[in-house]
Nanobody
Framework: EVKFMESGGGSVQPGGSLRLSCVAS????????IAWVRQAPGKELEWVSS???????FYSDSVKGRFTISRDSGTNTVTLDLNNLKSEDTAMYYC??????????????RGQGTQVTVSA
């Protein structure tokens, strides 16, 4: 069974930082691109970032320059560093397999998520 376990969320002030982690299991981690996606209350799911099997990274325009994605195949972990956080980054953050023909378009097997709240 494919599983993702996200952690690291919390409440921070605008301009603050967080590090989110996602541990994957139940599939051959090195064979899949992995994405972070997020969903704010009342809004649709939004792609945030993806990392390919070859460590290429991709970001949405809304987070480019502020967030950094990385992966470690030794521990089956994907990390998302969130810097210079804004109130509009408040959402539940999930990781998932990125399975589309283009990055950021289709996802499988989201985890339970970790909440990020940015508020003064």
């Amino acid at each position: 069974e494919v599983k993702f376990m996200e952690s690291g969320g919390g409440s921070v002030q605008p301009g603050g930082s967080l590090r989110l982690s996602c541990v994957a299991s139940g599939f051959t981690f090195r064979d899949y691109s992995i994405a972070w996606v997020r969903q704010a209350p009342g809004k649709e799911l939004e792609w945030v970032s993806s990392i390919s099997t070859q460590q290429s990274t991709f970001y949405s325009d809304s987070v480019k320059g502020r967030f950094t994605i990385s992966r470690d195949s030794g521990t089956n972990t994907v990390t998302l560093d969130l810097n210079n956080l804004k109130s509009e980054d408040t959402a539940m953050y999930y990781c998932a397999q990125d399975v589309g023909s283009r990055f950021g378009k289709a996802f499988n097997n989201r985890g339970q998520g970790t909440q990020v709240t940015v508020s003064a």
